[in-house]
């Protein structure tokens, strides 16, 4: 053999052994040191299961401390897979003949749900899928005495979300129910922070927030609650942190001894609210007796001085129970198909012509932007011409009119004509009144922070332009200054209009949350909120002048104390009130809107109030007297004194 061969064959031998061994080292140090917590994972996930406990979401309360949210227990009839002699076909068949007997269900179903049961890969119990959730105790009695006969058939005990006054302020609270597949790929990885070590899973395993069967709050508070900034951490409140048990198993899956780690759950934040719900069930009876005649309403009650929402109610409502429980077909069809739209929130959602309380916004920008007096008078007749064919804009009380109308007349009368006047007579324009509107927070949302909430409309003559293809016509503003015509709001707008006019001309950011208390684990204690937020209501930089909403207060307060004045309803209170009434058109063919807004005390204000009813009529007859009784009740007094006759508007 030729050596020179033979050395060359020994040669690239000796350097593909070379290749080959760095290839291994070089696959060895990628699997130890750059993919070592994968397979580190992977190899735990074979030794180990780790069994969740779900935790129950935090209490919510009303200012005063009475439960508006909470949790209840609940008895499900489940399965223990580890347990459960699947291989045993006669005892299969007695379990099922039993269960269908207590449960009363035909047996195919019970079959059915043990094998849809059973896939799951659990280490502990799992629920019969749609036959054994949230049984009644006389279940819970019988599957006890007869657990013998079936082997791997328990009960088990859950929390679930409970509504405790049912429909009491249901589209504020809002519902929790089972996250979806959607929301669960959108927080899947949040987590916990590590604010204990001995407390957090061991690596590798993760402490996630959410899980796929989470509970997640999808409207009202229950959402509001789902999202808050602790300085760069985003954390829910009312979700609590999940406990677990840690178990090392055996090939079969099976646990091999006591939990190696534990941690038992722990409930979320205990989160006070500023609603007050006795205030809040007045508001509600007061609105019930509106709605009982087929019409929707709201009512707003709200701290002038702190933005603090003492009253949030809509009509109609419904059980946010409904959706713990899950609705029957018949009754999901019957809400969907209700013309009066019980999920809709009157009170932040719906959209309104404001009508005359409008009437507050357009006195503001009139005295601010134009040469009028409170001195200066105006002559009623019921009606006025305006333009080319001469097209009637009346005045709601009709002939002979208000006579001569001066400023506070006006408004505690709301002559429509002496409105009408400022246009015609004193130039007030519909950019005066479009900013006017907006500086108060009219076309936003005023940042409650509510899913669904709506920021209503200001119209003017450049949208028109723009939009509609049509120019701005001086009817446009002859309508808008009585707050009818393309404008809308919502009530909860009309009561911090209203607060701002009160408190001296600060727009407040409404609040619902009034106080936290944090679970002990994250050691960040009681958390309160007293600082009002909000702004100076500002035009090109400058404040509303003192005076100018002094004169507006005035004007209020003589539409009560006046013999004439058409929120006279609110005379012999027991507390001094200043207040506008208000009547919207928004068909032709059906009554009018009813407004009423107001503060309280007069001379000193504390509370603002807003009220609306649907289709109502005048807000004189309608919408004041629900405000009288919120007020009766807020201040603690009899309110018995019964006014004159009231006037129209």
């Known amino acids: 053999m030729d050596v020179a061969l033979f050395n060359h064959r020994i040669r690239v031998l000796l350097l593909l052994t070379g290749v080959a061994i760095c290839a291994i080292a070089v696959r060895l140090w990628i699997l130890q040191l750059t993919q070592w917590d994968r397979y580190a994972r992977e190899a735990a996930g074979n030794r180990t299961k780790i069994v969740w406990e779900p935790a129950p979401r935090g209490l919510v309360l009303d200012r005063a401390g009475r439960l508006l949210i909470g949790n209840r227990s609940r008895w499900d009839v489940e399965v223990v897979p580890a347990e459960f002699p699947r291989k045993d076909t006669a005892t299969v068949e007695r379990i099922v003949r039993r269960l269908a007997e207590i449960l009363t269900v035909p047996t195919p179903q019970v079959r059915e749900s043990l094998e849809q049961s ?15 959730e949230d049984v009644p105790f006389k279940v819970v009695a019988q599957v006890e005495a007869r657990k013998w006969e079936m082997p791997g058939i328990r009960i088990g005990n859950h929390v679930q979300r409970f509504y405790p006054r049912r429909s009491l302020a249901a589209h504020t609270l809002g519902y929790a129910r089972a996250i979806s597949a959607e929301q669960y790929a959108d927080r899947k990885d949040l987590l916990y922070p590590a604010t204990d070590s001995a407390q957090t899973p061991p690596p590798p395993l993760t402490d996630n927030i959410y899980d796929p069967t989470s509970l997640l709050g999808q409207t009202g508070v229950e959402a509001l609650c789902e999202d808050y900034q602790v300085g760069e951490l985003t954390l829910p409140l009312l979700q609590g942190r999940r406990g677990y048990r840690l178990y090392e198993v055996n090939a079969g899956g099976d646990p091999t001894g006591s939990p190696l780690a534990d941690r038992p759950a722990c409930p979320g934040a205990t989160v006070y609210l500023t609603l007050d719900s006795l205030l809040q069930r007045t508001a509600e009876e007061a609105l019930d007796e509106v709605a009982s005649s087929g019409r929707d309403g709201a009512a707003v009650l709200v701290d002038v001085n702190s933005g603090e929402l003492l009253v949030l109610a809509s009509r109609p409502n419904y059980d946010p129970n409904k959706w713990v429980k899950r609705f029957t077909p018949e009754e999901w069809k019957a809400l969907q198909n209700d ?37 200066d ?4 007749a019921g009606v006025i011409h305006q333009g080319r064919d001469r097209t009637p804009f009346r005045c709601w009380q009709r002939s002979p009119g208000h006579g001569s109308v001066g400023f506070y007349r006006g408004l505690a009368e709301s002559c429509d004509v002496y409105f009408y006047s400022l246009v015609t007579n004193r130039g007030l324009s519909s950019d005066s009144l479009a900013t006017y509107a907006r500086a108060f927070g009219l076309g936003n949302t005023t940042g409650l922070g509510l899913a669904g909430e709506r920021a209503g409309f200001v119209p003017d003559p450049r949208w028109k332009r ?140 504390r509370y603002a109030c807003a009220v609306f009813v649907a289709e109502g009529g005048h807000g004189s007859s309608a ?27």
């Not at 896939?119 to 019969?128: G, N, R, S, Y």
């Not at 005359?356 to 932007?369: E, I, M, N, P, Q």
């Not at 911090?496 to 204690?525: M, S």
Request: charged residues 20%.
């Open 118 to 132: 059973l896939k799951e890969q659990a280490l502990e119990a799992v629920t019969l899928k749609d036959i054994g």
């Open 623 to 649: 919408a004041a007297p629900i405000a009288r009784k919120i007020l009766a009740a807020a201040f603690g007094v009899s309110g018995t004194e019964k006014p004159g006759p009231v006037a129209g508007d």
């Open 339 to 375: 013309p009066r739209d019980p999920l809709l929130d009157h009170a932040t959602s719906g959209c309104y012509p404001p009508g005359s309380v409008f009437k507050l916004v357009s006195a503001t920008a009139a005295l601010s932007t134009t040469n009028l007096s409170t001195s």
């Open 466 to 605: 723009d939009r509609r293809q049509e120019p701005w016509y001086t009817g446009d503003t002859l309508h808008m200054v009585i707050g009818q015509g393309y404008l809308t709001t919502t009530p909860l707008q009309m009561a911090l209009v209203t607060a701002a006019v009160a408190n001296g001309g600060f727009l407040l950011k409404p609040r619902l949350i009034r106080r936290i208390q944090w679970p002990d684990w994250l050691g960040y204690g009681n958390q309160v909120f007293t600082q009002p937020e909000g702004h100076r209501v500002e035009v090109e930089g400058k404040p509303i002048e003192d005076q100018v909403l002094a004169e507006v207060r005035r004007g209020m307060r003589q539409a009560v104390e006046s013999d004439l004045g058409t929120a006279k309803g609110l005379r012999g209170l027991g507390v001094s009130v200043a207040g506008k009434t208000g009547s919207a058109q928004h068909r032709l063919d059906r009554p009018t809107h009813a407004w009423f807004v107001c503060f309280a005390p007069a001379d000193k204000p």
């Open 377 to 380: 008078h105006f002559y009623c």
